[in-house]
């Protein structure tokens, strides 16, 4: 399988991981606010990251002091939010992501609408649901990788 970016990471901040942090949080802040999503902020540093293709993000609860009510992701991937009541942790927070763009990717390939969200122009579907596809791929291989969740 070709990769869009590497599996073998660390997970190791860079010098320039402030900066990319900072930009990706604020992607991430735009988006919220852009879906309508109220929220309490959005953590300061990514809850999981592979610079500089992935963040994801832990979103507070405007109800409930420091607890975690979605999980946002951004980067070289669509950025996109979810409940985390999907989701315990950052880990099944990837997997989520990955089993719902494969689902949209599916739609795409049959051509058809799905029921939820906009997919955009369907001349582009074909383009579009192999790069979802593969991010989703990859979300998984990362989710997957014992060595990238040992202190979890």
């Not at 988006?31 to 507070?60: I, K, M, R």
């Not at 669509?78 to 880990?91: F, I, K, L, Q």
């Not at 599916?106 to 799905?114: A, L, Q, V």
């Amino acid at each position: 399988m070709t990769h869009l970016f590497p599996i073998n990471m660390k997970n190791e901040p860079s010098a320039t991981e402030g900066k990319w942090f900072k930009q990706e949080r604020q992607k991430v802040a735009e988006y919220l606010e852009a879906e309508g999503c109220q929220h309490a902020g959005v953590a300061e540093d990514p809850a999981f990251f592979v610079e500089p293709y992935v963040t994801l993000w832990a979103v507070l609860s405007p109800k409930h002091k420091n607890r975690v009510a979605w999980w946002a992701i951004s980067g070289d991937v669509p950025t996109d939010y979810m409940s985390s009541e999907e989701a315990e942790g950052a880990r099944d927070a990837l997997l989520y992501f990955s089993e719902q763009w494969r689902e949209v990717a599916g739609y795409m390939r049959r051509g058809e609408e799905h029921p939820e969200m906009d997919l955009g122009d369907p001349k582009h579907w074909p383009e579009l649901a192999a790069a979802l596809e593969e991010r989703a791929g990859i979300l998984e291989e990362y989710a997957n990788d014992e060595d990238a969740w040992e202190d979890e």
